[in-house]
């Protein structure tokens, strides 16, 4: 059994810089699950690109109010987000990035802000997950089929503490 410690924000930004992700770019990396639950059928569908979009806008939204200043625009955020949308991306590099949002962005000293940050993230999974494809449609929990649920569970677990997912 090897020793594993948590990955820190520096470790994890370096990582990032791996993928050619930094900068402003970092806050982006939040998106990556929702593209993730948009491939777990294996295709990505009109609905879910839909609400793909809303997400984007709102997160944007939410990390200049953060800031206090626009420091994302929307039409880079999902520039960013469509070059994980046209071509399915490796599974496992997903799964990498994924595994960053946490020490990324849930390593704020303000527990509250971590908790909105994650609450934000599994809703509009859920949302693009649950929804039967067409925009504009609201969302059925019943609609889940089994990828999706474990690409919930899996974002889930990502985004938990390390004791409660351990």
């Given at each position: ?44 569908q009109a ?59 849930l390593s ?59």
């Amino acid at each position: 059994m090897t020793d594993r410690r948590p990955l820190t924000r520096e470790d994890a930004l370096r990582r990032l810089r791996h993928f050619g992700i930094r900068g402003a770019d970092v806050y982006l990396i939040d998106l990556v699950p929702l593209i993730e639950m948009m491939w777990a059928d294996g295709r990505v569908q009109a609905g879910e690109l839909e609400r793909l979009r809303e997400a984007v806008r709102a997160h944007v939204g939410r990390v200049n109010e953060l800031a206090g200043y626009a420091m994302l625009k929307e039409e880079h955020a999902l520039a960013f987000a469509l070059r994980f949308v046209r071509e399915r991306p490796d599974p496992a590099l997903l799964a990498e990035l994924r595994s960053l949002v946490r020490p990324v962005r849930l390593s704020s000293s303000c527990e509250a802000l971590n908790q909105a940050v994650r609450h934000s993230l599994l809703a509009a999974s859920l949302a693009i997950a649950a929804g039967d494809g067409r925009p504009g449609e609201p969302a059925a929990g019943a609609d889940l089929d089994a990828a999706e649920r474990r690409a919930l569970l899996a974002l889930r677990q990502a985004l938990d503490d390390d004791e409660a997912g351990a």
